[in-house]
């Protein structure tokens, strides 16, 4: 049994800024891209940032140069800094992680969290 465990979201005001964490645990072997999805109110989840397990990271437009997203592969865990914030990044945010578990590699979801930024 595998499972993604999210923490770190709340309220904030716009310009602040938040963390998010995700830890992975369980019968994990091998976890390769883990990464952070948000979807907001009537909208479609959409990618927010993606890194590698060498560290190769990939960005949505709207969030280069304010979101960074890094992990902890002994920890089996992928944060998100997220400064700036501003109100449409107002969304709940979920973590995944493609990995392999009980020689099956498939990708798992974080129940999610939920990161509010008031104007």
């Known amino acids: 049994q595998v499972q993604l465990v999210e923490s770190g979201g709340g309220l904030v005001q716009a310009g602040g800024s938040l963390r998010l964490s995700c830890a992975a645990s369980?019968?994990?072997?091998?976890?390769?891209?883990m990464g952070w999805y948000r979807q907001a109110p009537e909208k479609q989840r959409e990618l927010v940032a993606t890194?590698?397990?060498?560290?190769?990271?990939n960005y949505a437009d709207s969030v280069k140069g304010r979101f960074t997203v890094s992990r902890d592969n002994a920890k089996n865990t992928v944060y998100l800094q997220m400064n700036s914030l501003e109100p449409e990044d107002t969304a709940v945010y979920y973590c995944?992680?493609?990995?392999?578990?009980?020689?099956?590699?498939?990708?798992?979801w974080g129940q999610g969290t939920q990161v509010t930024v008031s104007s």
């Open positions: 369980g019968s994990i072997s091998f976890i390769y891209t």
């Open positions: 890194v590698t397990t060498r560290g190769s990271t």
């Open positions: 995944n992680a493609d990995l392999l578990s009980r020689f099956t590699r498939r990708v798992y």
